[in-house]
């Protein structure tokens, strides 16, 4: 079930999967332990580079469902692989980045069960962070569990610092004041929103077998979405009562950042999707105010067993 706390990242230990890995990043930590957390930087090749920062929280998801650590290392790989945008630079740390890494990141993105800055060792100093990065108009991605928030981590009427830097969250059932929903479909079709958008641009509608989430949280007054909210896909859901819910979205902050939410992916079989995979890159290229290419961000399909995985 998803709705629950998450645990700890397995330690990874599977080394021989890693060994074409390893030619782009180095090793990590566990996420929360009560050792330094490790920035793997890549080497500072070009002037004023773009810089993304993923952040691995904890999960305690069985193998081959969200498996958070290999999944920043994936992202790291395609961001730094780009065939029609290179120079974009990316770290990947498990534990909550230095101030350092904090400091240079254009974009920070979070993978994790639940949204990490609240799952991390000193929660509020962590929200203090984040606010003074997003103040700095640096952007936010959160990647499926990520975009999750518990009852105690929200007021009861439902704020948190998220829901505007990054426009809405997953209400986990145990939120006072929502409840979104997470279910596995065996087919659920994926369809653009907003096709003139930045992030829009090289996908097409997709089917997969995942667990978009559905219901989420944009704010209270009739759970509209803000004007500042865009969404950017839109899935028919559930099945039994279909209507059109909103599994990808971005939002400008009046601060000069941007924010973007996807609930995928759940099985880490689907990086493999080329739809969904430009979807998720074209997003965070977007929230670190790059030019996303006119057909989208174009990657090689990775080989998911190079990234660590406990399972693909």
């Not at 890995?21 to 793997?40: C, E, H, L, N, S």
């Not at 975009?147 to 969250?169: A, E, I, N, Q």
Request: hydrophobic share 35%.
């Amino acid at each position: 079930m998803i709705n629950k706390p998450s645990g700890t990242v397995g330690d990874g230990s599977k080394g021989s999967s890693r060994r074409n890995f390893i030619k782009t990043t180095t090793g990590f930590v566990a996420a929360g332990a009560a050792v330094p957390q490790k920035d793997v930087r890549s080497g500072d090749s070009i002037d004023s580079p773009k810089r993304v920062l993923i952040v691995v929280g904890p999960s305690g998801h069985p193998p081959g469902t969200h498996e958070v650590a290999a999944g920043g290392r994936l992202m790291k790989h395609s961001l730094e692989h780009m065939e029609n945008l290179p120079g974009v630079q990316t770290d990947v740390v498990e534990g909550w980045p230095s101030k350092t890494s904090r400091d240079s990141a254009s974009t920070i993105v979070f993978i994790g069960d639940l949204f990490p800055p609240n799952r991390l060792p000193n929660p509020q100093q962590n929200l203090i962070d984040l606010d003074e990065m997003m103040g700095r108009g640096v952007g936010i991605v959160c990647i499926h569990y990520a975009t999750g928030l518990l009852g105690k981590d929200v007021k009861p009427d439902g704020d948190h610092p998220l829901l505007r830097w990054m426009g809405g969250y997953f209400a986990n059932r145990s939120c006072p004041h929502h409840e979104s929903f997470a279910r596995v479909f065996p087919k659920a079709t994926i369809a653009p929103a907003e096709p003139g958008h930045p992030i829009a641009r090289g996908w097409n509608e997709f089917t997969l077998r995942d667990e978009p989430y559905f219901n989420n949280y944009f704010g209270g007054d009739g759970n509209e979405q803000a004007s500042s909210v865009t969404a950017i896909a839109t899935s028919m859901l559930p099945p039994e009562a279909p209507k059109p819910e909103t599994v990808a979205w971005c939002t400008e902050r009046s601060d000069g950042g941007r924010g973007f939410a996807v609930v995928m992916p759940h099985y880490y079989k689907n990086w493999r999707d080329e739809d969904l995979r430009r979807l998720i890159l074209n997003g965070i290229v977007w929230s670190a105010k790059i030019e996303v290419p006119s057909g989208g961000v174009a990657t090689q399909t990775p080989n998911l067993a190079d990234f660590d995985p406990q399972a693909v």
